[in-house]
């Protein structure tokens, strides 16, 4: 079946720095990927998706590559701030009724 | 900009007890879901639901639990009889279509616990 993982977390940053949280996953067919990001008390929101092969989903200066050859759908940022502290969750959408499946999440912690 | 709602945002239950669990989705959404995170765990996908009826299913759906969309704005998940292993995060998540490239708007979560 479709797995999705996340590097390990927490990830702890300073301000300005550069960012990656890698994603891979193992699926059958295409499946599109999405980041969502989970601020403290708040639900998940989307940041961003990409729906085939060598898209690039990019939001809020947050960017992801649909990597088919590596299974990869890492997350970069070029310089992040402490408003970026957050969780961040990969995930797969793949059957025609909707279903996600996430990866485990990452905790994100800027310090200024 | 429109969002998910759920209610309540804590809810503390004994052992065996029924809870209730309440999501009002995006109006003009169709498709309507549940999640559950345990603590230090995935999110897992629970249900998802169309028409009035449970298009998809996963095995942690068992018969203690069930879905319903009482009106046309509620969007119900019913665990009958509480275990210790049900306390998490409930999110519920709504959606225009379903289907690998839809983008499904998410509620604040339920946190349910179970003593």
């Known amino acids: 079946g479709n797995s999705v993982t996340q590097m390990e977390g927490p990830v702890t940053l300073s301000e300005e720095a550069f960012l990656t949280i890698n994603c891979t996953y193992t699926?059958?067919?295409?499946?599109?990927l999405f980041w969502y990001v989970q601020y403290p008390g708040e639900g998940l929101q989307l940041l961003l998706k990409?729906?085939?092969?060598?898209d690039k989903g990019s939001n809020k200066g947050f960017e992801a590559t649909y990597r088919k050859e590596t299974t990869s759908f890492h997350l970069e940022k070029g310089s992040v701030q402490v408003s970026d502290s957050a969780v961040y969750f990969c995930a797969l959408g793949g059957t025609s009724y909707g279903k996600l499946t996430f990866g485990q999440g990452t905790i994100l912690t800027v310090h200024p | 900009e429109p969002e998910v709602t759920q209610t309540p945002s804590h809810q503390v239950t004994q052992m065996g007890q029924e809870v209730i669990l309440r999501c009002v989705p995006i109006s003009n959404h169709l498709y309507f879901y549940w999640y559950r995170q345990i603590l230090g765990q995935k999110v897992e996908f629970l249900v998802s639901f169309y028409n009035n009826e449970i298009s998809e299913k996963s095995e942690i759906f068992d018969d203690q639990f069930s879905v319903e969309r009482p009106d046309g704005s509620n969007f119900t998940l019913k665990i009958r009889s509480t275990k210790l292993e049900d306390s998490a995060m409930y999110f519920c998540?709504?959606?225009?279509?379903?289907?690998?490239?839809?983008?499904?708007?998410f509620g604040p979560g339920t946190r349910l616990l179970v003593l």
């Open positions: 990409a729906t085939k092969a060598d």
């Open positions: 699926a059958t067919g295409y499946p599109s």
């Open positions: 998540a709504s959606s225009e279509a379903a289907g690998g490239p839809e983008t499904q708007y």
